[in-house]
């Protein structure tokens, strides 16, 4: 999910006719969401394996 997300903002934040605010907030959210998917395990690549929690 968090990807789709990540992509929804990458739309947004270079879509012309939005407002700039707008664009900019999109912007500024997307390094979170990177953050969050990697942290998720999202896969990446077809082979990928799940990243791992280290105590």
């Known amino acids: ?3 789709s997300i990540v992509a929804h903002l990458r739309v947004v934040s270079q879509d012309g006719r ?3 605010v707008l664009r900019e907030c999109a912007e500024q959210l997307i390094s979170n969401w990177e953050a969050l998917e990697v942290l998720s ?3 990446i690549g077809p082979m990928a394996e799940p990243l791992r929690a280290v105590n």
């Open 41 to 43: 395990g999202a896969r």
């Open 18 to 20: 939005l407002d700039g």
């Open 1 to 3: 999910m968090a990807r």
